[in-house]
């Protein structure tokens, strides 16, 4: 496990806002160099701004995740720079809703292309410098953390492109960690399953690619929307709060890392389901006006 970050190397993807920023915001407070990772342009500079001003060394990359040449570009420019990464927080992503059949193949690879490929480059690209690094040196120590969501553990309806994505990434994750226990002390992994916070992924369609800013919406694709951003926009943990807790797991060495506990409760209920071979449960049980509204917007298209 990583305790003292001081003159370490970060590799930040969707470094521009929301748990990305926050991280990066700790990181040069810590003493870290970062390699800040995001699409958006103008996110990018405005970060890579004030973390230079914070006194970070900072290399930076406007790029899509899911891109693998892009990826591995940027990765052989990390090696260069600052040899292997010890965190490596494989964070970008995209929200996408609507009823499952109503999500074109577009829709489809580009979600998958950003929540999941974006993660998989991370991890293929970044665990064998690590891996390289840890066998040259005994002390050296490091540590990955995917984003996932609690939309990896629950199955809400209304979202499914995002909810398959999710489960993806915590599988992904879970596998990792097993894996790296397989071969190595040095390195480990976490998933951060975040629940509702204000980040910038309620408004993921600011990054729409170009063809699919073309096509216009579903209606359950805008219900979605908008419920999204009304739960997003509520929430009461910040991303500056979960930015903590991603330090915490890292130097705690824990590997679940959820914004709200208390959310937990859903997921053992879903368990449950699976375990009792009972059909699943209704997610708006504890508050049916939501589901209610849920179905009567749908029903009124």
């Not at 990305?20 to 390699?35: F, K, P, S, T």
């Not at 490929?117 to 390289?132: D, E, K, S, Y």
């Not at 553990?153 to 994505?165: C, E, H, T």
């Not at 063809?211 to 209606?219: E, G, I, M, N, V």
Request: proline content about 3%; overall charge neutral; hydrophobic content about 45%.
């Amino acid at each position: 496990m990583i305790t003292d970050f001081k003159g370490k190397t970060a590799v930040l993807t969707g470094a521009g806002s929301g748990f990305g920023l926050e991280c990066a915001r700790i990181g040069a407070r810590l003493g870290m160099n970062l390699v800040l990772v995001d699409v958006q342009q103008d996110a990018l500079d405005a970060a890579t701004q004030e973390m230079q001003a914070a006194g970070a060394q900072v290399l930076a990359f406007k790029l899509d995740v899911s891109s693998a040449s892009d990826m591995e570009a940027m990765g052989a420019a990390v090696l260069a720079r600052f040899g292997a990464p010890h965190l490596v927080f494989n964070n970008a992503g995209v929200g996408s809703g609507g009823l499952i059949w109503e999500n074109s193949v577009k829709d489809w690879e580009w979600v998958l292309g950003v929540n999941v490929m974006g993660v998989v480059h991370g991890v293929r690209i970044f665990t064998p410098m690590m891996l390289a690094a840890a066998q040259q040196d005994a002390s050296w120590q490091g540590h990955i953390v995917n984003t996932a969501s609690m939309a990896g553990l629950l199955n809400a309806p209304n979202m499914g492109v995002y909810n398959v994505s999710k489960h993806a990434v915590v599988s992904l994750s879970e596998t990792l960690y097993q894996d790296l226990s397989l071969v190595t002390d040095q390195i480990s992994a976490s998933v951060l399953c975040p629940f509702f916070v204000a980040t910038g992924i309620s408004q993921s369609h600011r990054n729409r690619p170009s063809d699919l800013r073309a096509s216009k919406p579903t209606q359950s694709q805008l219900i979605g929307q908008a419920m999204s951003e009304k739960a997003v926009s509520s929430g009461k943990v910040s991303a500056a709060d979960v930015a903590q807790l991603v330090f915490d797991g890292v130097a705690s060495n824990q590997f679940y890392i959820y914004s709200h506990p208390k959310a937990i409760k859903s997921v053992q209920t879903r368990l449950e389901d699976i375990v009792q071979i009972r059909n699943p449960t209704d997610p708006f049980e504890g508050k049916p006006e939501l589901g209610q509204q849920l179905r009567a917007a749908l029903k009124a298209v």
